[in-house]
Structure formats: structure tokens, C-alpha cells
């Protein structure tokens, strides 16, 4: 399998559930991203890992909450969402932290009943 | 004022016209511009990238960029119905790290057969 993958494609979660996002990369890029797509509004970028280290967190709620084991993988963990939150999660990669050129994955579409 | 403007469309255009997509910026740091589309249920690719001012081409799009009006555009040559999507600019400053990348709000685009 080539490219960034993510898992699950849909996901439907109540307020109080507690869910994660996968993502796996299979280009050998150093840095990782995660940004949330709402309708009409520019992507927002959340945070970024370069190495398996945080480099970025973008003043986002502690509600979400990114772990990066390796290199290869990033997670989004979920928990006591607001609907405000629904939305496309896209993970993306690069080759290194400050390569501007990205490639993204196919989202996770989110829905907060 | 947003730092990047793009018109969110929807543009129809019938097959073999020819697209002019836009974004103004007000942010004269900006060095770096993209291109990205983005097909329905799928993350963006990448599908542009110029630096600084002027033309690229690259088969049937053409990136144009004038940072004295602080304007962009992309124009498809020839279009096709496999062009209907969303078309995201994207730029960032001096470093050219994704870590500055601002996007537009992506226009969607429908390429009638």
C-alpha cells in the first residue's frame, strides 16, 4: 500500500464517546499533520510531529488529543466532542518539517450527534 | 479581511472551456504557491507548486503568479469532466514551511461532458 491511509472513513460518535483516528504513512516523510476541513472554510492546521516529536499545536481543545508512536504512524484521539466539531479530519505528511509540499490522506468524516 | 480569498464557487463550465480559478492575498511575505485539488471524498493533491512570480505549465494548467497585485491563478486548458472538483490555493512565507501554509476556501469546479 503507497501514499497516507486513514482509518475509519466515516465515523459517527455521540458527546461522551471516546474514539480515535489512525493514520499511516508509506512514503518515508519525517513530519506529520493533522488539519480539520469544515465546509466553506479553509483548511486548519492542528498539529504537526516532526520525528515523533510535537512541534505544533495550534491553540486546539484539549478534547483532541495527537499521539505519534513512530514516524509511520499518527493518531487523533477523541473525547467529549462538541457538533461544532464535525467535520473532515485529514492527516497529511511531509518530507521533512519544513518541506511546504504535503500529501494528504482521505479523511475521516466526522459527525457529533 | 482573510489573509487568503478565494471564490467558493460553484463554477460550472461546459467540456474544452477554458477555467480561470483565482485567490488574492493580503500578506506580502507570501513566496510560495500551490495548487492543490481535491476530488470529492478524497484529500487534496498536490498539483501546482511556484515560487516567487510568474508562469508554470504543466500540460493542460498553467499557475500564474503576480505578487505586485498579490494574485494568483490557475488556468485549465482543454477542460475535462475529470477535472470536476474543489481547487485549493495554498502559500506560505519566507521559510516555505507547511507549518505557514494559509489555504483558500477552494472553489468548486464542474466540468459538464
Known amino acids: 500500500e503507497t501514499g497516507v491511509t486513514q482509518t475509519p472513513r466515516h465515523l459517527v460518535m455521540g458527546m461522551t464517546n471516546k474514539k480515535s483516528l489512525k493514520c499511516e504513512q508509506h512514503?518515508?516523510?519525517?513530519?506529520m499533520y493533522w488539519y480539520k476541513q469544515s465546509a466553506k472554510k479553509p483548511l486548519e492546521l492542528m498539529f504537526v510531529y516532526s520525528l515523533e516529536e510535537r512541534v505544533e499545536n495550534n491553540s486546539v481543545p484539549s478534547r483532541f488529543s495527537p499521539e505519534c508512536p513512530n514516524s509511520s504512524h499518527l493518531f487523533l484521539h477523541l473525547h467529549t466532542l462538541q457538533p461544532e466539531d464535525s467535520a473532515l479530519y485529514l492527516c497529511a505528511s511531509s518530507r521533512r518539517a519544513d518541506d511546504e509540499k504535503l500529501f494528504f490522506g482521505s479523511g475521516t468524516q466526522l459527525s457529533v450527534l | 479581511q482573510k489573509e487568503v480569498e478565494q471564490d467558493p464557487g460553484p463554477l460550472s463550465v461546459p467540456e474544452g472551456a477554458i477555467v480561470s480559478l483565482n485567490c488574492t492575498y493580503s500578506n506580502s511575505a507570501f513566496q510560495y504557491f500551490m495548487w492543490y485539488r481535491q476530488y470529492s471524498r478524497k484529500g487534496p493533491e498536490l498539483l501546482m507548486y511556484?515560487?516567487?512570480?510568474g508562469n508554470k505549465e504543466d500540460g493542460r494548467f498553467t499557475a500564474q503568479v503576480d505578487k505586485s497585485s498579490k494574485y494568483i491563478s490557475l488556468f485549465i486548458r482543454d477542460s475535462q469532466p475529470s477535472d470536476s472538483a474543489t481547487y485549493l490555493c495554498?502559500?506560505?512565507?519566507?521559510?516555505?514551511?507547511?507549518?505557514?501554509?494559509?489555504f483558500g476556501s477552494g472553489t468548486q469546479l464542474t466540468v459538464l461532458p
Open positions: 511556484t515560487y516567487s512570480s
Open positions: 495554498a502559500m506560505s512565507g519566507v521559510s516555505g514551511s507547511a507549518r505557514q501554509l494559509t
Open positions: 512514503l518515508g516523510h519525517n513530519a
